[in-house]
């Protein structure tokens, strides 16, 4: 569920701060519990207080708690050696995935032989945005065309292929099946790399929106597509198909792209995508995604920032790089809460209408899902 708030739930910061309060034996209910909490009769009065009155979402969402001694007194490394492996810090550790909603959208997902990129990115939230609460809705990002990739990416573990399987034509009505029984306001589809297809999949795009508004004219869709190979066609035929969010990864800094990402993509063909969907469909909101903790130095993530924003790109999302497996790319820093924050700053200060960064933000992850509902809503009424 891409780069975002959604009725804010705390996420697994917020399950870290009442695991500090509450002990590290203690059982830790859902992430929404941040609002519904109940206090046991067993707390002392401090604690059922700081429960009742503490961080609020955008500290949770940045990682800037009141309580830091989960990383403040933290005495590993956070820069990677040669030859080191670094180990994971504390405030990177999420719980398993479980619950009622979890297994229910799982078992959803696969009755319609549909895939997410929550699964297939082995992405950390995934049991708090797929879990939600007793009061919240479970998102999921919709991976279309396939789970298999013909490109890759050494931060990427989704498996690939030079020739993936066809598409499935019933994949559009499918998807939209399964998000009306889901019942959700905001939903994401996101895909595979198909350069094995004329068009990259952008007709599939075109038309899983279609029978999305179709179904539900009132639901928001944000679209986090592949670059196309550059193919301008193809990307405004994805601007154009009714979407409220294109979303595009240019995933890290210039120096680093070909480190990092196949050596079809690159910084600036993802830059035109994004200029360019917002060319031909003003009203889109448009968002990116960078990764931290590869190697980029401060002042290379400065002058990204300042390029898209300068591309006129609306939402930035900052999140910690983890290695998915042994096979891929090692973590060469993990990146302080702190800075994290420091980035939030920054990224307003630029002028981006919405910043996420912390350590387990992702391009998908649900913080900002509500926020990006009022923007399109405001768009929709040229209130910005």
């Known amino acids: ?9 705390c996420g697994a910061a917020a399950t870290a701060a009442r695991r500090l309060l509450l002990g590290t034996g203690a059982r830790v209910p ?27 979402l955008q500290d949770f969402v940045s990682g800037d708690l009141s309580d830091k001694s989960a990383w403040a007194e933290y005495k590993g490394n956070l820069k990677r050696q040669k030859g080191e492996r670094l180990r994971l810090p504390p405030w990177l550790k999420t719980e ?13 997902l696969r009755s319609l032989n549909l895939h997410t990129v929550c699964e297939e990115a082995r992405c950390p939230n995934i049991g708090e945005c797929w879990g939600g609460g007793e009061y919240a809705t479970a998102t999921a990002t919709i991976m279309l065309m396939g789970d298999t990739c013909t490109r890759g990416c050494r931060f990427c573990s989704v498996k690939t292929a030079k020739n993936p399987p066809p598409l499935d034509p019933e994949e559009p009505y499918n998807t939209a ?37 179709e179904r539900n004219s009132k639901i928001l869709v944000e679209c986090l597509t592949p670059d196309f190979r ?21 995933e890290t800094v210039p120096a680093l792209q070909r480190k990092v ?27 990116t995604s960078v990764m931290l903790g590869l190697g980029e130095t401060d ?29 891929h790319l090692k973590v060469e820093e993990y990146i302080t809460p702190e800075k994290f924050k420091y980035w939030e700053k920054i990224g307003n200060d630029l002028g981006f209408h919405y910043t996420a960064s912390g350590p387990l933000v992702r391009s998908s992850y649900k913080a900002g899902e509500f926020f990006l509902k009022n923007l399109v809503e405001k768009r929709k009424t040229k209130a910005i």
């Open 30 to 56: 859902g992430s929404h519990a941040c609002n519904q909490y109940t206090t046991s009769g067993s707390l002392t009065e401090e604690k059922k207080e700081f429960l009742q009155s503490g961080p609020d």
């Open 96 to 108: 398993i995935p479980m619950g009622k909603n979890y297994n229910k959208l799982k078992n959803t």
């Open 1 to 9: 569920m891409a780069l975002l708030p959604r009725g804010r739930r």
């Open 299 to 327: 002042g290379q993530v400065y002058s990204t920032m300042k390029l898209l924003r300068e591309a006129d790109v609306d939402c930035l999302t900052l999140g910690q790089y983890m290695q998915p497996t042994k096979r």
């Open 177 to 213: 099946k399964a998000i009306a029984e889901w019942g959700l306001d905001y939903v994401v589809l996101t895909s595979v790399d198909r350069d094995d297809m004329p068009d990259g999949g952008a007709e599939h795009f075109a038309k899983t929106v279609s029978h999305l508004k």
């Open 261 to 287: 990402r196949d050596p079809r993509a690159s910084f600036e063909q993802s830059l035109r995508v994004l200029k360019h969907a917002k060319e031909v469909q003003p009203r889109v909101v448009t968002k």
């Open 230 to 250: 550059g193919d301008l066609r193809a990307v405004e035929k994805v601007a154009l198909s009714g979407l409220d969010v294109y979303a595009h990864n240019v």
